[in-house]
């Protein structure tokens, strides 16, 4: 009597409960919904963004798919790019040269997809309980997936997704790992720094915050070696490879972008922190105030993995600080963080005790969902920038089609724009002015700052008397459209002017050896470069 007693109470309890996790479940399924509705409204806010950049690589891909090798030009081993993984998936998939954005497009779109199923199996591995799963599934997706930073680079032709997507991969399972490191996991782990890595080279520097907290936390050199080997017996034969092909223990690129004092580094550093974490989602300060409620409030929650995760997110903030930040629209430096702020903010709701005082499935995503929206209205130059074309890209496109049209095979161009104008014209060689893809202009250690376009990160250097004297056929100066040789455009803040430019602007040989040249592709662009006599 006293057992179906006990039964009839039980069984209220048990339907309250059933009940409240159907709710629960409905609640997660139309939050998702909500997400993918805003994902897909920001897709479509930058759907016709394209950076220039990326043809920079789709060039390297197109000569590395037609035999010469991954070179800028032929017969020129100048690796003038950043992401070895990315370069190698594009040059599989072939990429139109009448139309290669989709390709380069369709890797970021893969990795954002790859974003959304981690998530999901990463939530339920590492959760017992619905609620937890669907609570950190939420949290996770409604920061990243409505991303803009995430969103536009996605569209953007770059490696930034991938990158973020092999960023979050090895951090998320390291700090998972942490404390239960066995030898299979370690090699999982180490693969996917190495993929990182091989993705963009500052990836070391989360390498090596874990390697320290492995060695700290394990307190065995054995299991900090065996993490290094893994990332080593897959980084290192790609290491080797391109030291011997390129000649160089460091990136073009890294040359090139070196050579700016370092308090103007360090000011244009913190001015990209301070603006990313003035614009919505504003989801620095949501990390932040997170950390600092586990840190007071929840001492049980200061696992080994929220101290990485925390190290980890300073070292790489500080490390963007360094670099004086990114001159490129929708804060793309930032975008690689975004997991790791995320892992912050989710880390404090990671807690059920107690079945019956569980916290509301719906208040935190539904938060991050509305303070998503605002990215929407936000008037921050570097956001509103990515919502549409890149103007060095969209008039690059018709400025190289018109060069590939109009002057003999294996021409030599100077130009500024590397990107656009060098892809669509694939018969001529060039000359990056501004040196990511030129050894001699790279490396070149004193210059002057003579113009305002100087400032921006990888715009700094130039040489116009090493332009002048391999006698191009074609300079184009200025911007992709090009512009007048005018020594006072040095103080023009509306022009596009670098160094290279203003040089060649004081040198008279070069007005006596070039002349002007100006001609109507379009009704919207006008071509002006000089060309030799």
């Known amino acids: 009597m006293a057992i179906d007693c006990n039964r009839k109470l039980s069984e209220p309890s048990e339907k309250r409960l059933t009940e409240s996790?159907?709710?629960?479940?409905?609640?997660?399924?139309?939050?998702?919904?909500?997400?993918?509705?805003?994902?897909?409204?920001?897709?479509?806010?930058?759907?016709?963004?394209f950076h220039d950049d990326a043809y920079i690589t789709l060039r390297y891909a197109q000569h590395w798919q037609a035999g010469i090798g991954p070179v800028w030009n032929q017969d020129e081993r100048v690796e003038g790019y950043t992401s070895f993984l990315h370069l190698a998936l594009l040059s599989l998939i072939q990429p139109s040269e009448d139309s290669p954005e989709p390709s380069a497009r369709l890797i970021s779109l893969i990795a954002y997809g790859g974003i959304w199923i981690f998530l999901l199996i990463y939530s339920w591995r590492r959760h017992r309980t619905r609620h937890?799963?669907?609570?950190?599934?939420?949290?996770?997706?409604?920061?990243?997936a409505t991303s803009f930073p995430i969103v536009a680079w996605?569209?953007?032709?770059?490696?930034?997704?991938?990158y973020t997507l092999l960023v979050m991969c090895s951090i998320y399972l390291f700090a998972d790992y942490s404390i239960r490191l066995n030898a299979s996991r370690i090699f999982i782990v180490g693969l996917i720094f190495a993929l990182a890595m091989m993705t963009r080279p500052e990836a070391a520097i989360f390498v090596v915050v874990s390697v320290l907290t492995c060695l700290l936390v394990t307190k065995s050199p054995k299991t900090t070696l065996l993490l290094i080997l893994?990332?080593?017996?897959?980084?290192?034969?790609?290491?080797?490879?391109?030291?011997?092909?390129?000649?160089?223990?460091?990136?073009?690129t890294y040359h090139a972008k070196l050579g700016t004092p370092m308090i103007k580094r360090l000011q244009d550093g913190f001015?990209?922190?301070?603006?990313?974490?003035r614009s919505a989602p504003w989801l620095t300060l949501l990390a932040i105030a997170c950390w600092l409620h586990t840190l007071i409030m929840q001492k049980s929650h200061r696992t080994t993995a929220w101290k990485y995760m925390t190290a980890i997110c300073i070292t790489g903030s500080l490390y963007i600080v360094w670099t004086g930040g990114d001159h490129m629209p929708a804060y793309r430096f930032w975008a690689p963080m975004t997991p790791l702020f995320a892992w912050l903010v989710a880390h404090p709701f990671m807690q059920d005790k107690n079945p019956n005082h569980r916290r509301p499935l719906w208040i935190m995503p539904t938060v991050l969902i509305v303070v998503s929206v605002f990215q929407f209205t936000s008037v921050d130059q570097s956001i509103v920038n990515a919502r549409r074309p890149d103007p060095a890209g969209a008039v690059g496109k018709q400025v190289g089609r018109y060069l590939e049209a109009n002057f003999p095979k294996g021409s030599l161009v100077a130009t500024n724009s590397a990107g656009a104008v060098a892809f669509f014209a694939p018969s001529l060689r060039f000359i990056d002015m501004l040196g990511l893809n030129d050894k001699q202009i790279a490396r070149r250690s004193e210059f002057p700052w003579l113009?305002?376009?100087?400032?921006?990160?990888?715009?700094?250097?130039?040489?116009?008397?090493?332009?002048?004297?391999?006698?191009p056929d074609v300079i184009i100066l200025g911007p992709a459209e090009g512009t007048i040789a005018d020594s006072a455009n040095q103080s023009k803040t509306d022009l596009v002017w670098f160094l290279s430019d203003q040089e060649l602007a004081q040198n008279q040989q070069f007005h006596q050896q070039y002349e002007l040249q100006t001609v109507r592709i379009n009704d919207t662009v006008l071509l002006t470069y000089y060309q030799r006599k």
Do not use: C
């Not at 937890?132 to 990243?144: A, D, E, F, H, M």
């Not at 893994?230 to 073009?252: C, D, H, Q, T």
């Open 230 to 252: 893994s990332v080593a017996v897959f980084y290192v034969p790609y290491f080797l490879w391109r030291w011997n092909y390129y000649g160089e223990l460091l990136p073009n």
């Open 271 to 277: 001015y990209y922190l301070h603006t990313y974490a």
């Open 451 to 471: 113009t305002h376009w100087q400032q921006f990160p990888g715009h700094a250097k130039g040489d116009g008397e090493y332009v002048l004297g391999r006698q």
């Open 154 to 162: 996605t569209l953007g032709g770059l490696e930034t997704t991938l």
């Open 132 to 144: 937890l799963r669907l609570s950190q599934l939420l949290i996770l997706l409604s920061t990243l």
């Open 21 to 49: 996790q159907s709710a629960s479940l409905a609640i997660g399924v139309a939050l998702l919904i909500v997400i993918a509705t805003v994902s897909y409204m920001g897709f479509r806010t930058h759907r016709s963004f």
